[in-house]
């Protein structure tokens, strides 16, 4: 895209974007174009965020500061832990104003088929941060792919003695915590329930 006209370019590269088509993006761009001072002060952010945004060494949520804001408040418990799948899911918790543990950011789910793994994700760090954890809330999305990352972890922690739960299924099934209202999000989290893992099989 180097010799193309530069709001074609700026079409391209918002339409990379997820969830934005060509139309979209077209309009997005025009609209950037139009207004006076917007052009500057969106390249200001996305430097910004390139030179400034990193994840937290403990937590893994994309922060300005390691340790993020929410890991160094020691008025959060320390003992309560949310796993997520990205940070987005942990701002749509924070949004709901009612959670005041800390959290685990997994950078994403299984997904054998397209080759990710247990290694590909943050799920080591997350075991070594459980020992001192009274309850593992498994926050992941209610989906095929998030309902088998949550019994992965919950056989891997088991051992630990930690009680692991389940957020409860207000989440409707298939949908994504980033676009799921607070009130939803903070009713799923107080009707969480326990996540028994099923037993290994005899090798």
């Not at 739960?165 to 989440?171: D, H, L, P, Y």
Request: a negative charge; charged letters at 25%; hydrophobic letters at 40%.
């Amino acid at each position: 895209m180097s010799d193309a006209d530069p709001l074609e370019a700026l079409v391209h590269h918002l339409s990379r974007l997820p969830g934005i088509g060509s139309k979209t993006a077209t309009r997005l761009a025009h609209h950037i174009v139009r207004t006076d001072g917007f052009a500057g002060d969106l390249a200001d952010a996305l430097t910004g965020v390139r030179e400034g945004i990193a994840r937290c060494g403990t937590c893994f949520h994309l922060a300005a500061v390691d340790p993020c804001s929410i890991c160094a408040d020691r008025n959060r418990d320390d003992e309560l832990i949310c796993v997520v799948e990205h940070s987005q899911d942990l701002q749509a918790i924070e949004r709901a104003g009612t959670y005041r543990g800390l959290y685990h950011v997994l950078e994403g789910v299984l997904a054998p088929l397209e080759g990710i793994g247990a290694e590909d994700l943050r799920i080591r760090e997350l075991v070594e941060r459980v020992g001192g954890a009274r309850e593992l809330i498994l926050a992941t999305n209610p989906t095929a792919q998030g309902d088998v990352t949550a019994l992965y972890i919950a056989q891997l922690v088991s051992p630990l003695g930690v009680r692991v739960t389940r957020i409860a299924r207000g989440v409707s099934v298939g949908s994504e915590l980033e676009y799921t209202d607070s009130s939803t999000i903070s009713r799923a989290l107080e009707e969480r329930r326990e996540l028994t893992p099923p037993a290994r099989r005899g090798g």
